[in-house]
């Protein structure tokens, strides 16, 4: 025959079932356990913040694309006539470069925008935008539109003398399409 007791029974409850069925367990519990405040609206609030990626969790460094930051040098920099070539292997630059310099026949200009920008053509558009030098907590520099630095229809700018540039598009179907460019100042 089975052993009935208040105990077993409630204790199918859990831990709450227990301490309800053993005599004074209030008092018990109170001083085991003392009332705690209720942080429940404060726990689902941090849950849902780190459920959609809001909240950085431990030993995670915050994301720096999309966070600006100055770009290493200014405009100025840009604006000219440039020869323009482009390669796809980086054992190809140095050629390159040299087609670019030969392209000084049919210069492509680089002009002031009416802001602070200068006015260029973007991907698969042959209308002229005016772009902007943009910086990322990173370091890098990138050129496009107003949105944060890195955008899809952004170029990062891979570096930057006063007589050469060489920049390839932030998007990987344009950048697969177009290559890398060079920029050679002619002239220079």
């Avoid at 002031?112 to 920008?117: E, L, V």
């Avoid at 229809?153 to 003398?161: C, G, K, V, Y």
């Amino acid at each position: 025959m089975p052993l009935e007791s208040p105990i077993t029974e409630e204790y199918a409850g859990g831990a709450e079932g227990l301490w309800r069925a053993l005599p004074s367990a209030g008092k018990l519990r109170n001083a085991v356990h003392p009332p705690r405040p209720h942080l429940g609206p404060a726990v689902a609030s941090i849950l849902v913040l780190a459920a959609t990626g809001c909240a950085p969790t431990l030993g995670e460094a915050p994301p720096s694309a999309g966070i600006a930051a100055p770009a290493a040098f200014e405009r100025e920099r840009l604006i000219g006539r440039w020869g323009v070539a482009s390669f796809h292997d980086d054992k190809d630059r140095k050629r390159t470069e040299r087609e670019a310099k030969a392209q000084c026949s049919l210069p492509y200009t680089i002009a002031k925008g009416p802001t602070d920008g200068v006015m260029m053509h973007v991907a698969d558009d042959p209308k002229l935008y005016e772009l902007r030098l943009k910086g990322d907590a990173a370091g890098k520099t990138y050129l496009g539109f107003e949105a944060p630095p890195g955008d899809p229809q952004d170029r990062e700018i891979l570096s930057a003398t006063d007589n050469i540039l060489i920049m390839r598009f932030v998007d990987p179907d344009a950048n697969r399409r177009y290559g890398t460019f060079v920029y050679v100042r002619c002239g220079a």
